[in-house]
C-alpha cells in the first residue's frame, strides 16, 4: 500500500499523515470512566434501515428538487442561447454585464432551489403536502436548526 501511495502524486491540500487529535487532560478519572460507561446504554443505536429516507419521502424530494432547481438552470442556459442569437442574428448588443447578472441569478435561483427543494417537500409518508411547501419547509427549518443547536451543545460540553 506504500508503494501505491508514493507511485501516485499528492493533491496540494492533501496532508502528508492523518493528524490525531490531542488527548484530552483527564483530571477525574474515575468520574469520566463511569461516564463513557453510561452513554452507550443511554443512547440507542439505529439501523441504517431506520436510519434511511423512506422512498416515498425520498422520490418526493426528488420532483421537489428536479422542479425548484431545474427550472432556474434550464433558464438560465437558454438565457446563454438566446442572448447569443440576438447578438449574432439580430445585430442587438447586450451589455456582457447585464448577460452576466441575468446568468449568475438564475443559476444562483437553481442552487436554492436544491435546498428549498429537500426542505419543501414533507417528511411525513403519509402527507404528501402541497404544491409550493412553505408550511413544510418552516417545519423541515425548524427541525434542521434545532439538530443543529442540540449538536453545537454536545460538542461544547
Known sequence: MAAEESERSKLPFEPNKKRQKPAKAITQPV????????????????????MAIPEVVSQRMIRRVAAFCGIPTFLGIASLVVSYLLVTLAHIQLPPIAVLLVNMGLFGLGVVGITYGVLSASWDEERPGNMIGLAEFSTNWGRMAEVWRDTRKKNVS
Open 31 to 50: 468520574l469520566k470512566t463511569q461516564e463513557t460507561q453510561e452513554k452507550p446504554q443511554q443512547q440507542r443505536r439505529y439501523s441504517k434501515q431506520e
